[in-house]
């Protein structure tokens, strides 16, 4: 089974403070993600990767940045972490070959909480 | 109109009953279809693909209808254990990205 591995179930920041979430896939995925997940709004794309070094926008990216230096690994940046920004954090990784989506295997997702 | 709607419930439903939902979708180029289901603070899993023939998983049955834009899911014999929220995906335009709908609550009683 692909293991998706979040580095922290639960995190409380303060605010300003930056914050990594990092993410771990273990089946050589070429696809990684980061959503967050607030009561009512369901999921939201915050960035995704389709490569190593390769990044894009999701329809939320403000206030966070990621880095994918190596296949495995995909980590979001909180640069300046802020009340808002309190939320279910899961990370995600897919398998793609041209023409069909595999869907996708998550991560038991980081609870973070600014203060 | 969302890319991706779901009734959000929550459906009440007997222990052994069967349930129903849909979930419309509203790109018509889509190919790839996903039912996850996520219960109450941990991540969602992948619950059943759905193919454009319909499958069925024990006693899911997934169906896709491509004229009207939705797939559903039945579930018969309800369980305790089947109280989740559920989630319909879609791909988008680019097919390695999904697109997810903002689930719909189940809840089974005794």
């Known amino acids: 089974d692909v293991k998706v591995t979040q580095s922290s179930r639960y995190l409380v920041k303060r605010t300003g403070e930056k914050v990594f979430l990092e993410c771990v896939q273990d089946?050589?995925?070429?696809?990684m993600f980061w959503y967050r997940q607030d009561p009512g709004l369901g999921l939201r794309l915050i960035y995704f990767s389709y490569d190593v070094k390769m990044k894009e926008k999701g329809d939320i990216p403000e206030g966070y940045s990621v880095s994918r230096e190596k296949k495995e690994r995909f980590s979001l940046i909180l640069e300046s972490a802020s009340t808002n920004q309190t939320s279910m954090y899961l990370c995600?990784?897919?398998?793609?070959?041209?023409?069909?989506?595999?869907?996708?295997?998550f991560g038991s997702g980081t609870r973070l909480t600014v203060v | 109109r969302k890319e991706v709607e779901q009734d959000p419930g929550p459906f009440n439903v007997p222990e052994g009953a069967t349930v129903a939902f849909n979930c419309t979708y509203s790109?018509?180029?889509?190919?790839?279809f996903f039912w996850y289901r996520q219960d109450c603070r941990k991540e969602p899993k992948l619950l059943m693909s759905v193919y454009s023939s319909g499958n069925e998983d024990g006693r899911f049955t997934a169906q896709l209808n491509r004229a009207s834009q939705y797939i559903s899911l039945l579930i018969r014999d309800s369980k305790l254990s089947d109280s989740a929220t559920y989630l319909c995906v879609v791909n988008s335009d680019s097919n390695y990205q999904l697109i997810w709908g903002a689930g719909t609550k189940l809840i089974i009683k005794p």
């Open positions: 089946m050589d995925h070429e696809n």
């Open positions: 790109n018509s180029a889509s190919q790839s």
């Open positions: 995600a990784s897919s398998r793609y070959l041209t023409g069909q989506n595999y869907g996708y295997t």
